[in-house]
């Protein structure tokens, strides 16, 4: 559809508060990851998994990653996006005996 009004674009960004690269950057689009791939992605996490399950999603992408036709950071965010993030429990507390009041004990013996 052809519009009656002439407008550049960077005058037209400047109005809406856009940058040009990023009415650029949308325009031209992305092309989503295709369904083969996370097919053979999902495929050979299973088998990972299998053998390994505590085994984290870099060494995992250093296993098989050169088999994926994407980079090694859209590969890791793909698996986290499936579930195959490993997650710890958090150690608290591990260098100090908070419970136990040794070191109170010990700093009112000094005075």
Known sequence: MIHPYSFEISSACKILGYSRQSYYKVAAGKPEIEDEVIRLAELNL???????????CRSMYEEFG?????????????????????????????????????????????M
């Open 66 to 110: 050169d088999q994926l036709p994407i980079g090694r950071d859209k590969s890791i965010a793909l698996f986290m996006e499936l579930g195959y993030r490993v997650k710890y429990p958090k150690r608290y507390g591990r260098a100090t005996q908070s419970g136990t009041g040794s070191f109170l004990t010990c700093w009112f013996r000094k």
């Open 46 to 56: 299973r088998k990972v998994r299998k053998t390994c399950p505590s085994q984290g």
